[in-house]
Nanobody, 123 residues
Framework: QVQLVESGGGLVQAGGSLRLSCAASGSIFSINPMGWYRQTPGKQRDLVAT???????NYADSVKGRFTISRDNAKNTVYLQMNSLMPEDTAVYYC?????????????????WGQGTQVTVSS
């Protein structure tokens, strides 16, 4: 059974930092790229950062230069270090394993999501 457990969210002032963690089942983690998504009420879930099994990373333009995704293969955990946070970063953050479609675009591999972790940035 797929297990994704996110943690590390909280309330922080603009300009502050948070580090999110996502613990994944070993069977998922070792063979898949991983990604962090975020979602605000009434909007779709957006992919903000990805990391391959080899450690190659990519970011949405909105977070580039401020967020850093990393993974610890020994702990089956992926992290999202978020610096210089802005109020528009306020969202529930989720992780998932990733697959690619025929065009090379990432999409979430599993329909089942974790509970997410709330990040709130005050101005």
């Amino acid at each position: 059974q797929v297990q994704l457990v996110e943690s590390g969210g909280g309330l922080v002032q603009a300009g502050g930092s948070l580090r999110l963690s996502c613990a994944a089942s070993g069977s998922i983690f070792s063979i898949n790229p991983m990604g962090w998504y975020r979602q605000t009420p009434g909007k779709q879930r957006d992919l903000v950062a990805t990391i391959t099994t080899g450690g190659n990373t990519n970011y949405a333009d909105s977070v580039k230069g401020r967020f850093t995704i990393s993974r610890d293969n020994a702990k089956n955990t992926v992290y999202l270090q978020m610096n210089s946070l802005m109020p528009e970063d306020t969202a529930v953050y989720y992780c998932n394993a990733l697959s690619r479609d025929y065009s090379g675009t990432y999409y979430p591999r599993f329909r089942s999501w974790g509970q997410g972790t709330q990040v709130t940035v005050s101005s």
